[in-house]
């Protein structure tokens, strides 16, 4: 089966960088994803990590180490409207992906 | 910006209904998913599908489940016989690209079963 594991919570201040880690256990791995979801809305894709590395997406970037089954999501230059609970999903070549138990970022001013 | 619709927004059926949700997937893409979302829970992955066939089901997707693609757009998920425990979000989503990559979510029907 597929296992996941990041932090609860995170606080930061506005402006502010913070980055939220992901492990993984599974088989059959393809990639790692990280969704951003606001209270009450469906989960919108931030990034993917089919190769180790980093990929930049503006203010966000992920990076992915396969052979340490870890993963993390940078977030930079923190605003308020950044404050949502974070995912990462691990994808098998199967088509299934597996969610973490998501992180809730509160940005504090 | 081309988005998944779903319907309805909210469902309320009785314990032991048939319940269908109905999905409209970003029309280009050629994977689809349905999740469920337990209020204050992760994401649960139940279904994927490709080429009308399932590719991948979680041990929440029992017999109970079913999905299908009626025509060239809609995708639906029917649960035979509600459960109090199915109350959830319920969210479709679509890829474009194979193995989960990118995926767009609808914005989800709640279901409550009473």
């Known amino acids: 089966g597929q296992s996941l594991e990041q932090p609860s919570e995170v606080t930061a201040v506005e402006g502010a960088i913070v980055q939220i880690n992901c492990t993984y256990q599974t088989s059959g791995f393809y990639g790692l994803s990280w969704y951003q979801q606001h209270d009450g809305g469906a989960p919108t894709f931030l990034s993917y990590n089919g190769l180790d590395g980093l990929e930049e997406t503006g203010r966000f970037s992920s990076f992915l180490s396969r052979s340490d089954s870890y993963g993390y999501l940078l977030l930079q230059e923190l605003q308020m409207k950044d404050s949502a609970s974070y995912f990462c999903?691990?994808?098998?070549?199967?088509?299934?992906?597996?969610f973490g138990d998501g992180t809730t970022l509160t940005v504090k001013p | 910006e081309p988005e998944v619709t779903q319907t309805p927004s909210h469902q309320v059926t009785q314990m032991g209904q048939e319940v269908i949700l109905r999905c409209v997937p970003i029309s280009n893409h050629l994977y689809f998913y349905w999740y469920r979302q337990i209020l204050g829970q992760k994401v649960e992955f139940l279904v994927s599908?490709?080429?009308?066939?399932?590719?991948?089901k979680s041990e929440i997707f029992d017999d109970q489940f079913s999905v299908e693609r009626p025509d060239g757009s809609n995708f639906t998920l029917k649960i035979r016989s509600t459960k109090l425990e199915d109350s959830a979000m319920y969210f479709c989503a679509s890829s474009r690209v194979a193995v989960s990559y990118e995926q767009y979510f609808g914005p989800g029907t709640r279901l409550t079963v009473t």
């Open positions: 599908f490709y080429n009308n066939e399932i590719s991948e």
């Open positions: 999903a691990v994808n098998t070549n199967a088509g299934k992906s597996t």
